[in-house]
């Protein structure tokens, strides 16, 4: 059921995706060009110069929240992209919230994984930082990803409030679904926490 359930999301969010990409995002795009264009040909009083400058940042600036909100509901950049190129994007979207200071950690000669691999590894990623936002409390957080010469290994750590992992988690469908994810992996996965300890998700490939 957990992996209908993951299979679904991501067709939803892929839906989402490709909806904001080629209808929002396909909208917006002419208009900053449109409007450098009018600079370049036209004299403006500075005043006037000035209001169309602003909104060719406005614009812009939008453009760019809607790239990072399609590579978070789906991972499509990740073609073009790489996993790696993808966190990155991933943690920038997430810093931008303000709440806790991320740092991703890269280690080794990262390599091409195949999709299915760079997808999991992705959402596991995700919903791990979306849970330290939603519930943490934390005030830093670490992605690290490591290529190993016969392992990929993944941690997500936090200096947030934690859990007792003791304690039953059949409500919490975010751990669920990270579970299915890492065990459709056949990947190890452990998560390790204590109340007033913050967390740490790992996930370990073995190649």
Known sequence: MLKQVAEAQEEERKRIARDLHDGVAQTLVPVPIKINHLMKNNDFPENVASELRDVEETVSGALREIRCIC?????????DLGLIDTLTTLVGSMRKRGQTIITLNIEGNHRKLPKETE????????????????????KKATLKIAYEKNRIF????????G?????????????????????????????????????????????
């Open 163 to 207: 859990f007792d992992t003791n304690v039953k988690s059949s409500g919490n469908l975010g751990l669920r679904i990270i579970r299915e994810r890492a065990r459709l992996l056949n990947a190890d996965l452990r998560i390790d926490s204590a109340n007033g300890k913050g967390t740490t998700i790992s996930v370990t490939i073995k190649k």
């Open 119 to 138: 997808q999991a590894l992705f959402r596991i990623a995700q919903e791990s930082l979306n849970n330290i936002w939603k519930h943490a409390e934390a």
């Open 154 to 161: 993944m941690s997500i750590s936090d200096d947030g409030k």
């Open 71 to 79: 590579t978070g509901v789906g991972p499509g950049l990740m073609i």
